[in-house]
Antibody
């Protein structure tokens, strides 16, 4: 079955970086893109950006430009999201989700990765 | 940037119909997707492209979109439908399309 499996929880200090992985299975990885969405405690969903697994093209949320990098490894069908210069308000659950082309829905989601930023 | 507005909460009795709105400027010209999120779980797609339903989603879930409002309708509401619901569109007004989520609506089954 189609699924996305994310890496485990992380605890980081302010100023550090975190890299979350998202391993896809059950479909042709390069036929879809991956969006990253985060959710702070008790808050709504916030889109972080999108990467095409076909050609690596990216589109980041303006708010995170310069701090986030999304990549893919097609040999392992894995997507990565790295967030740098972490702050306390980056504490959230981070989700990856499968997306077709621009305009398409996020039809399969990972289980989420909790990232806690605390001194 | 494009803004989607949802009511923070909607309450409905079991067996009745719940309607959750999503307002946006001329949203009828965009495709709207809806997600259900239960506590501690990842979101699940329940309606896509305004009114299509993924396999496995009950027919009780339906969607519409016109003018400045999109609506998710849940008929014959059950206790298991209690969750947060989010609408979502793509904003393609710039060279860099982006995803916009509504603020979410908490559905309470009385």
């Amino acid at each position: 079955q189609v699924q996305l499996v994310q890496s485990g929880a992380e605890v980081k200090k302010p100023g550090a970086s975190v890299k979350v992985s998202c391993k896809a299975s059950g479909y042709t990885f390069t036929s879809y893109g991956i969006s990253w969405v985060r959710q702070a405690p008790g808050q709504g969903l916030e889109w972080m950006g999108w990467i095409s697994a076909y050609n690596g093209n990216t589109n980041y949320a303006q708010k995170l430009q310069g701090r986030v990098t999304m990549t893919t490894d097609t040999s392992t069908s894995t997507a990565y999201m790295e967030l740098r210069s972490l702050r306390s308000d980056d504490t959230a659950v981070y989700y990856c989700a499968r997306v077709g082309e621009v305009g398409a829905p996020m039809d399969v989601w990972g289980q989420g990765t909790t990232v806690t930023v605390s001194s | 940037s494009y803004v989607l507005t949802q009511p923070p909460s909607v309450s409905v009795a079991p067996g009745k119909t719940a309607r959750i709105t999503c307002g946006g400027n001329n949203i009828g010209s965009k495709s709207v997707h809806w997600y259900q999120q239960k506590p501690g779980q990842a979101p699940v797609l329940v309606i896509y492209y305004d009114s299509d339903r993924p396999s496995g989603i009950p027919e009780r879930f339906s969607g519409s979109n016109s003018g400045n409002t999109a609506t998710l309708t849940i008929s014959r509401v059950e206790a298991g439908d209690e969750a947060d619901y989010y609408c979502q569109v793509w904003d393609s007004s710039s060279d860099h399309p982006s995803v916009v989520f509504g603020g979410g609506t908490k559905l309470t089954v009385l």
